[in-house]
């Protein structure tokens, strides 16, 4: 794995940073953590991608509150076009 951000979808909407930073610290030091509004996923930065790996290992499609996670290494965002005709 290259990045060490992780996509983290599939959690409850009122799940909260603190929880995921609870759940991903025990593979590492979380550096970041972004919870998209009330969509349900986020994404989770460890400070490094062998850290990042064992967590994306570790957790993906496991539970969380009755939920099962979808954890994978982030994809670059896409620059935004903004056209509107």
Same mark, same amino acid.
């Given at each position: ?13 009122? !799940?909260?940073?603190?929880?995921? +930073?609870?759940?991903?610290a ?5 550096? +970041?953590?972004?919870?998209?509004? @009330? +969509? ?40 935004? !076009? @903004?056209?509107?005709y």
């Open positions: 794995m290259e990045g060490k951000k992780l996509y983290v979808g599939n959690f409850k909407y009122n !799940t909260t940073e603190e929880q995921l +930073k609870e759940l991903f025990e593979y590492g030091e979380v550096v +970041k953590i972004d919870i998209i509004g @009330d +969509k349900g996923f986020g994404f989770v930065e460890m400070s490094d991608s062998s850290e990042a790996e064992k967590a994306k290992e570790a957790l993906n499609e496991t539970d969380l509150d009755g939920r099962t996670l979808r954890v994978d290494e982030a994809k670059p965002q896409k620059p935004r !076009t @903004d056209r509107r």
